[in-house]
């Protein structure tokens, strides 16, 4: 799953959401230098993760890639996720996406000064671009993944699975909402039992 997904999945805990937020770049134990909530938000993080990598669904849709994109087909499908979330919000949410977005939006920059380095550096993209809303549509998903390639090591051409993508969407949709219905419940036992 990808930043939408992640602070979706949070529930209405801006702070553990947060955390969700940062996980990526909050490696082994340095999770503890952190508020409570925001623990919780890294290691829901890391939960979601190891949910979502063994999921049957997400690891059949990750093989649809890997011929054309290797190692990053995982990548992709968690942004193809953040899409069909954004593109089928009303489906989860009583509140909007543009208000939704702007609510963790500012509270990102609330607390900038206590974010990891990379993330305060990216935030800028993720803000004035509004990814939150920019996953809804495809012209957004795509734009998004140019900018990705612009920071990966190796060559990706993550956007050019976007053409791609669209033709599979028939397939993939559905399946989407079986998976997302699946994690959703995975996330409600995890939160209750931690």
């Known amino acids: ?3 939408l997904a992640h602070v979706y999945l949070s529930g209405n805990n801006e702070d553990i959401a947060l955390g969700n937020f940062i ?3 909050v490696k082994g134990n340095r999770y503890k230098n952190y ?3 925001w623990q919780k938000g890294i290691l829901l993080h890391r939960f ?3 949910y979502t990598d063994s999921h049957e669904i997400f690891r059949s849709h990750t093989k649809l890639f890997f011929n054309t994109h290797r190692h990053y087909s995982r ?3 968690d942004m193809f ?3 069909l979330l954004a593109k089928n919000w009303t489906k989860y949410s009583e509140i909007s996406l543009n208000q939704f977005s702007e609510e963790f ?3 990102l920059v609330l607390n900038k000064n206590d974010l990891p380095i990379n993330v305060r550096s990216s935030l800028q993209y993720l803000i004035t671009g509004n990814w939150f809303k920019s996953y809804s549509t495809i012209e957004g998903l795509k734009k998004i993944l140019l900018q990705m390639e612009t920071r990966t090591n190796y060559p990706s ?3 050019s699975s976007v053409e791609k993508f669209v033709s599979l969407l028939p397939i993939i949709e559905p399946q989407f909402f079986l998976f997302f219905e699946d994690i959703q419940n995975a996330v409600k036992q995890n939160l209750i039992k931690n």
């Open 81 to 83: 996720y953040d899409h």
């Open 105 to 107: 939006y500012r509270k």
């Open 48 to 50: 979601i993760d190891s």
């Open 157 to 159: 051409e993550l956007s």
């Open 35 to 37: 508020p409570a909530l």
């Open 75 to 77: 990548v992709l499908v």
């Open 1 to 3: 799953m990808n930043y």
């Open 23 to 25: 996980a990526d770049s």
